[in-house]
C-alpha cells in the first residue's frame, strides 16, 4: 500500500474541505488562521504601488484589509493557499464581481508586501505595493 507524502495530504485535505462549499454555494470556512496578520500594527497604511498609481490610504485592524484591496464588498469567499509565519497566500470569489489572488509577505510587523491578481467588474488586474503604516486611523 503507497502512503501519501504529508504535503500531497494537507493538499488534499484543503481541497476535501473546500468542495462543499464549492457545491452548495455558501462561503468557504477558513482552513487556516492567517495568524500572521493578526501580528502587523493596527492603525493607518499606505500603499504605495510599484506602477506609480497614487498611494492609498487604508486603516488597518486586523491585517485581512489588506487581502482584497480590489474587492472592498463583504461576503467573498476565501481559501487559504499559504499560511506561514512570514508569508500569507489567500485566493477568493466574490459573486458577480470577480476573483482575486493576494500573497502577502512580512517584512517587520509594520512593513509588508503585496501582489494581487484577478478580475474586478469585469475587468483584469494586477498589481504590486509595500504597505507601510503610517500612525493612528482618524
Not at 468557504?28 to 500603499?47: F, P, R, V, Y
Request: glycine residues 10%; contains cysteine; charged residues 25%.
Amino acid at each position: 500500500m503507497k502512503f501519501m507524502s504529508n504535503r500531497k495530504l494537507v493538499a488534499l485535505s484543503a481541497l476535501l474541505a473546500a468542495v462543499p462549499a464549492a457545491v452548495l454555494g455558501g462561503p468557504a470556512l477558513a482552513q487556516s488562521s492567517l495568524a500572521m496578520l493578526d501580528t502587523l500594527e493596527k492603525g493607518a497604511w499606505e500603499l504605495r504601488f510599484r506602477d506609480g498609481t497614487a498611494p492609498r490610504s487604508i486603516c488597518v485592524r486586523s491585517g485581512r484589509e489588506l487581502i482584497q484591496l480590489r474587492h472592498s464588498e463583504p461576503g467573498c469567499n476565501r481559501f487559504v493557499v499559504e499560511d506561514g509565519a512570514d508569508e500569507v497566500t489567500v485566493q477568493y470569489t466574490c459573486r458577480g464581481n470577480g476573483y482575486g489572488r493576494t500573497n502577502i509577505r512580512k517584512e517587520g510587523s509594520s512593513l509588508v508586501q503585496i501582489d494581487s491578481q484577478g478580475i474586478a467588474d469585469g475587468r483584469p488586474f494586477q498589481f504590486s505595493a509595500e504597505a507601510r503604516r503610517t500612525g493612528s486611523c482618524r
